[in-house]
């Protein structure tokens, strides 16, 4: 019978963010040796979107690594507005954050999900490498040229 529990947990659908807090903490295990398992993934992960968005509203944008997009923080001036009815209301300063897609967020969602062929697509949009540079000219010898 336990055999049988082993083998229903190993095989449960386990959802998007647990499957992230997982391998946060196998990510952990794997460098430091050392498990901290699904719970300190999650605090792991929380930690870094507090960071994340915290940087962004400070700073005005948070650029991720490797094409995977960015954040941009617009902030908008308090203000008033009319409403239908005619009356006139006074807004305060609010922000707003737009998401934009990286090349390899972009490629994410054309392959359907595939990582690796995404991540692919990120290394073809890098410059060709330059061809060897031929050999300098020899420097001017400082001739004068006759031009009457």
């Given at each position: 019978m336990a055999d049988k529990k082993t083998e229903d947990a190993e095989t449960a659908p386990v959802s998007a963010k647990d499957a992230i807090y997982i391998q946060i903490g196998d990510f952990v295990k794997e460098k430091t040796g050392k498990r901290i398992g699904k719970t300190g993934g999650r605090e792991i992960f929380d930690r870094c979107v507090e960071q994340i968005f915290t940087a962004a509203v400070r700073e005005?944008?948070?650029?991720?690594n490797g094409g995977f997009g960015s954040f941009h923080v617009k902030t908008y001036q308090a203000g008033t507005r009319r409403l239908p009815s005619g009356q006139q209301t006074t807004f305060g300063e609010r922000q707003k954050v737009r998401y934009e897609e990286g090349v390899v967020v972009k490629a994410l969602i054309v392959e359907g999900g595939d990582l690796e062929a995404a991540l692919k697509t990120r290394g073809s949009r890098a410059k060709a490498p330059k061809a060897k540079a031929e050999e300098p000219a020899?420097?001017?010898?400082?001739?004068?040229?006759?031009?009457d």
């Amino acid at each position: 019978m336990a055999d049988k529990k082993t083998e229903d947990a190993e095989t449960a659908p386990v959802s998007a963010k647990d499957a992230i807090y997982i391998q946060i903490g196998d990510f952990v295990k794997e460098k430091t040796g050392k498990r901290i398992g699904k719970t300190g993934g999650r605090e792991i992960f929380d930690r870094c979107v507090e960071q994340i968005f915290t940087a962004a509203v400070r700073e005005g944008s948070f650029r991720f690594n490797g094409g995977f997009g960015s954040f941009h923080v617009k902030t908008y001036q308090a203000g008033t507005r009319r409403l239908p009815s005619g009356q006139q209301t006074t807004f305060g300063e609010r922000q707003k954050v737009r998401y934009e897609e990286g090349v390899v967020v972009k490629a994410l969602i054309v392959e359907g999900g595939d990582l690796e062929a995404a991540l692919k697509t990120r290394g073809s949009r890098a410059k060709a490498p330059k061809a060897k540079a031929e050999e300098p000219a020899p420097p001017d010898k400082g001739e004068d040229l006759d031009l009457d």
